[in-house]
């Protein structure tokens, strides 16, 4: 990284400085321009040191006129809102119609098997009880006597 110490003495470099010289000025007439027509005109310019710079004169870049965008009428913004507005009113209604069909569905196929389930009992109780096991029996005609004992 860094040298050795060698017992050399370090070198001298010898380092000239250079100042500027100013330019002498120069006093010339200013050029006068004379064009034909068609041709742009051209601009000559005297620089403080008696230079002359010639060239064409720039114009600015002129933007476009931006056309004028016509106002919205806040009759029109309403307007468009309210249509923006009906058509989500339209659409959730169509989905709450859905879901009240589908709902009115469900609660019609759980009535329709309610009735077979229930139907199927009934059939059970009445087809299948053959004899009389350990059900109540009514003798109607004591019934009835005793009916017409307590009354009569």
Same mark, same amino acid.
């Given at each position: 990284?860094?040298?050795?110490?060698?017992?050399?003495p370090?070198?001298?470099?010898?380092?000239?400085i250079?100042?500027?010289?100013?330019?002498?000025?120069?006093? @010339?007439?200013?050029?006068?321009p004379m064009q034909?027509?068609?041709?742009?005109?051209?601009a000559s310019?005297?620089?403080?040191?008696?230079?002359?710079?010639t060239?064409?004169a720039i114009?600015?870049a002129?933007?476009?006129?931006?056309?004028?965008k016509? @106002?919205?009428?806040?009759?029109?913004?309403?307007?468009?809102?309210?249509?923006?507005? *009906?058509?989500?009113?339209?659409?959730?209604?169509?989905l709450?119609?859905? *879901?009240?069909?589908?709902?009115?569905? *469900?609660?019609?196929q759980?009535?329709?098997?309610? @009735?077979?389930i *229930?139907?199927?009992?009934?059939?059970?109780?009445?087809?299948?009880?053959?004899?009389?096991?350990?059900?109540?029996?009514?003798?109607?005609r004591?019934a009835?006597?005793?009916?017409?004992?307590?009354?009569?």
């Open positions: 990284m860094y040298p050795e110490h060698t017992g050399h370090p070198t001298e470099r010898v380092v000239t250079h100042q500027p010289a100013p330019l002498a000025p120069v006093q @010339a007439a200013p050029l006068v034909p027509a068609g041709i742009p005109a051209v310019i005297v620089l403080p040191d008696g230079r002359i710079v060239g064409y114009e600015p002129k933007p476009e006129p931006v056309a004028a016509p @106002a919205v009428s806040r009759t029109a913004v309403n307007i468009a809102l309210g249509g923006i507005g *009906f058509a989500a009113f339209c659409g959730g209604l169509v709450l119609t859905a *879901f009240v069909a589908a709902l009115a569905a *469900f609660i019609h759980l009535i329709i098997l309610a @009735a077979v *229930f139907g199927g009992w009934i059939a059970v109780q009445v087809f299948g009880a053959s004899g009389h096991r350990g059900g109540t029996t009514v003798n109607i004591k009835v006597i005793k009916r017409n004992h307590f009354h009569g």
